[in-house]
Each structure stands twice: as C-alpha cells, then as structure tokens.
C-alpha cells in the first residue's frame, strides 16, 4: 500500500531548464492537489484538479502548470524553472465525494526542489 | 483577505498539555483540520471540526467557536514524539481550503 508518492525526492535545478514533478496515487481518490511549502508561510496551493480530464488554478499558479490525463497520475511541470521556485512541493489527494472539498488530504512525502 | 493566525512556535514539558491556538478570518466556513508536520516529513491529519464543541480523539481534542473563529488544538500527556508543527486549516465558503503558517511545538523531557 503506497498511497501517494512522489518523484524526485529532491533534485538540484539550474534556473532556465525545464523539469517535471511526478504524483501519483493509488486510492482512486477523485480530487488532486500541487502545494509549494516555504518557510515561514503556510501550505500554498498551486493548481488542483477535481477529477480526472480537470484541472483548475491554486493561489500561485504563475510558472507552474498540471495535467490530470487519468485518475492516478498529476504531473507538475515548471516550465523554465527561476530561483524563486525553490521549495517544498507536496502532492496531495483526497476522496472528495461530495466534490466540495471537504474531505481529508492526503500527502505526498514532498519533493525538495532548488533552483540555481 | 483571508487570514489564518497561529502562534509559531511553543515549547512544552515531556509529560504535560499545551493548547495551541488558531483564529482565522475566512470569507466563510465549511470546516477546519489540524495537521501535524514532523520535519523533513509530510503533513498528516489529526482532526476535523466543522461543528462547535470539543472533538477528542487519544491524547488529542480539538475545539472550535465559528461565532469567535477560534479554534485550538490540545495535546495531552506530551511525549517527545509529538515535537512536530501543528498545521490549522480552514475551508472557506468557495471550499478552498485555507492554510496556516504552523505552529512548532518543541518538548523537552
């Protein structure tokens, strides 16, 4: 039983590059989330997806973009990567039944990404 | 703006109970979670309170008041494991979900 996982666990960027986190999930959970943790702030949302074939924007969505082509997976991309990226990004999911947000997250054990 | 307010860091005795505080100032409420974080490691999930009133679960209850948008999570018998951050989250009436700064808990024996 894996619940959430991630890839990479960390990874050393060069500002410019292109670069592709990984989630997925295997408790068929219906809902999606990309959050970025830095210090002193809390949990930030970056893009979230409902279900599968949606996607929709978080609180700083800028640089960032997901897809959501099936159930289990939700890659992160970060196009041309800047130093103001570096961070902790988690994966999250949760059963959102009811589609209203309300049910548990799940998390990832969270990629620590450094951009030079 | 949406607002979420924990103290950041608290320092309490192997053994005892501390209270942690959050208030928030959300554009409405669909409920509230507390997380825990211990460092380097993902959040986890401790509680929900989407009603008034004490929620006890173990070693931990936690409370909330919407009418004072308070809420507070309490730990008892502390043990060194529970030195972790303490994460207050808050759905909003869009059923976003709203996240606190943390609050880091440091026991010492």
């Known amino acids: 039983i894996a619940g959430i996982t991630q890839a990479p666990t960390s990874q050393i960027l060069a500002a410019g590059r292109r670069m592709t986190l990984r989630c997925t999930q295997d408790?068929?959970?219906?809902?999606m989330y990309w959050y970025r943790q830095d210090l002193g702030l809390g949990l930030r949302l970056i893009h979230y997806s409902n279900t599968a074939g949606t996607t929709g924007k978080g609180e700083v969505p800028d640089g960032y973009s997901v897809s959501r082509a099936n159930t289990d997976d939700f890659p992160l991309t970060l196009a041309s990567a800047v130093p103001s990226q570096t961070s902790v990004y988690f994966c999250?999911?949760?059963?959102?039944?009811?589609?209203?947000?309300?049910?548990?997250?799940?998390f990832g054990p969270g990629t620590r990404l450094t951009v030079l | 703006g949406q607002n979420i307010d924990q103290p950041t860091e608290m320092t309490a005795t192997e053994g005892a109970i501390v209270q942690i505080n959050c208030t928030y100032q959300t554009s409405g409420f669909n409920g509230l979670f507390w997380y825990q974080q211990h460092a380097g490691e993902a959040p986890t999930f401790l509680s929900y309170?989407?009603l008034d009133g004490l929620e006890e679960k173990g070693r931990f209850s936690s409370f909330l008041s919407r009418s004072k948008g308070y809420s507070y999570l309490l730990l008892k018998e502390l043990q060194m494991k529970d030195s972790a951050s303490y994460l207050c989250a808050v759905i909003n009436s869009n059923y976003q979900l709203i996240w606190g700064a943390g609050t880091k808990l440091i026991i010492k024996p």
């Open positions: 309170n989407v």
């Open positions: 408790m068929r959970h219906n809902a």
């Open positions: 999250a999911s949760s059963a959102d039944v009811g589609g209203q947000g309300t049910d548990t997250q799940y």
